[in-house]
C-alpha cells in the first residue's frame, strides 16, 4: 500500500523549496538573507548589484528574487523594470527590500510589478511566509498557462483532423502512382507531427517489412519513392526464420505483429526495444536518434499492410527534440488508416 506523509496532507505543497536570487549590495546583509534563507531548504543565489543580478536571471533557472530596494549601482525599481520588460523574465515574483523609511519606493515598486515587500531588519517568520505565497501563486499561473495551452494543442490537433487529415486523407485515395503515393503519406506524416524524419515500411507475402522511404531533414537523407535512390537497408523478418519466433525485439516488426502504435520518448532508455542498429547510424553520422512514433498501417479488415515510423518531435519555438505529442499521435494514427486504404487499392490495381 503506498504510504502518505503523516507530516503533510495528500496535495499540499512542501514549503522550503526553489530557486531564490538575493541581490542586495551590502555584504553582511547579503549574506544574513542568504544563510537563513539556505538552513529553511531554499537554493540560493547571490548578487552584489543589478547588473550581476540580471545576468543571473538571464543564464540560470530563478523562481523569485528578493531584491533591495535602494542601491547605488543600479536602483532596485531599476532592476525591477529590466526584468519586467524583459519576456523571459517578467513572471518571476520579486520581493522588495527596504527599510522603514523607504515606503514611498515600496509602493513605486508594487505599483511596477513587485509581487510583495519586506522590511529590514526582517522578521524570519513573515519572510518565509511571503515567499512561500509568492512561490505558490507562480506554480498556480504556471498550471493555468499549461492547462490554457493544452487546450489550444487539443483544438488545433482537432482543426488539422478537420482540415488537413481528412481532406489530405481524400487526396491520397486519388493518387494512382505507387512511388509518389508513398512519399506524399511520408512527407505529409513528418509534417504533421513536427518530425525531422521517418520510414514507411510495407509488409511483405513472406512476412517481411520492406523499406520504402526513408527521409531526414537534418541529413539531407531522401531515399526511395520518387527521389530514384534505392533505400539500401534489408528488409526486416517479422518472425525468425529458423525457429518462427516473433520478433517483438524491433519496435517496427512488434507494431506490425501486434496492430499497436508505440510511442517512445528516448530510443536510448527504451529497454524493451532492441536500438542496436539506431544507435551504429548514430554513430556513423553523429546523429541523435531520440523520440519515436511507430503506427501500423491497418486496412479495413483491420490487417497491418506496413508501418510508419517517424523519428524525432521537434519543438516549433525552441527547435529541440521532444516526445510526440500524444493528441498529435492521434491525427497521425487517423492519416495512416487512410494512407493503408490508398495503399492497398493502389497494389490491388497494379
Known amino acids: 500500500m503506498e504510504s502518505v506523509d503523516a507530516k503533510k496532507m495528500p496535495g499540499q505543497r512542501e514549503t522550503g523549496g526553489g530557486a531564490l536570487l538575493v541581490v542586495v549590495d551590502n555584504a553582511l546583509d547579503r549574506e544574513r538573507f542568504g544563510s537563513r534563507l539556505r538552513a529553511q531548504g531554499y537554493v540560493v543565489t547571490e548578487a552584489a548589484g543589478g547588473n550581476e543580478a540580471?545576468?543571473?536571471?538571464?543564464?540560470?533557472?530563478?523562481?523569485?528574487?528578493?531584491?533591495?530596494?535602494?542601491?547605488?549601482?543600479?536602483?532596485?525599481?531599476?532592476?525591477?523594470?529590466?526584468?519586467?520588460?524583459?519576456?523571459?523574465?517578467?513572471?518571476?515574483?520579486?520581493?522588495?527590500?527596504?527599510?522603514v523609511e523607504e515606503v514611498g519606493g515600496v509602493a513605486a515598486s508594487i505599483g511596477l510589478g513587485a509581487a510583495d515587500y519586506v522590511a529590514s531588519p526582517f522578521d524570519p517568520v513573515l519572510l518565509r511566509a511571503r515567499i512561500e505565497a509568492c512561490l505558490e501563486n507562480k506554480r498556480l499561473r504556471e498550471q493555468e498557462v499549461a492547462f490554457l495551452r493544452q487546450i489550444q494543442r487539443e483544438k488545433a490537433h482537432s482543426d488539422q483532423l478537420v482540415n488537413v487529415v481528412i481532406p489530405l486523407g481524400v487526396s491520397l485515395l486519388e493518387?494512382?502512382?505507387?512511388?509518389r503515393l508513398l512519399e506524399r503519406v511520408l512527407m505529409e506524416a513528418t509534417k504533421l507531427a513536427g518530425a525531422d524524419g521517418g520510414t514507411l515500411y510495407l509488409r511483405t507475402a513472406d512476412n517481411q517489412l520492406r523499406f520504402m522511404m526513408v527521409r531526414n531533414a537534418s541529413l539531407n537523407i531522401i531515399m526511395g519513392g520518387t527521389s530514384g535512390v534505392e533505400v539500401p537497408?534489408?528488409?526486416?523478418?517479422?518472425?525468425?526464420?529458423?525457429?518462427g519466433v516473433p520478433n517483438h525485439s524491433h519496435v517496427a516488426c512488434?507494431?506490425?505483429?501486434?496492430g499497436e502504435t508505440v510511442n517512445i520518448p528516448d530510443a536510448y532508455f527504451a529497454d524493451r526495444f532492441d536500438f542496436h542498429g539506431t544507435k551504429t547510424f548514430d554513430q556513423q553520422t553523429g546523429y541523435r536518434s531520440q523520440s519515436f512514433l511507430t503506427v501500423p498501417l491497418r486496412n479495413q479488415h483491420r490487417e497491418v499492410i506496413g508501418v510508419l515510423q517517424l523519428i524525432n518531435a521537434m519543438d516549433p519555438e525552441t527547435k529541440r527534440v521532444i516526445a510526440f505529442d500524444r493528441a498529435l499521435q492521434q491525427c497521425v494514427e487517423s492519416l495512416s488508416q487512410i494512407a493503408a486504404a490508398a495503399l492497398e487499392n493502389l497494389i490491388r490495381q497494379s
Open 175 to 179: 493518387e494512382r502512382d505507387l512511388n
Open 54 to 99: 540580471m545576468g543571473i536571471l538571464r543564464r540560470e533557472r530563478v523562481d523569485l528574487v528578493l531584491l533591495d530596494n535602494a542601491m547605488p549601482e543600479m536602483s532596485g525599481p531599476d532592476v525591477l523594470r529590466a526584468i519586467k520588460a524583459d519576456e523571459r523574465l517578467r513572471d518571476i515574483p520579486v520581493i522588495m527590500i527596504s527599510g
Open 233 to 243: 537497408f534489408p528488409a526486416l523478418r517479422l518472425y525468425d526464420a529458423q525457429t
Open 254 to 258: 512488434h507494431a506490425a505483429l501486434t
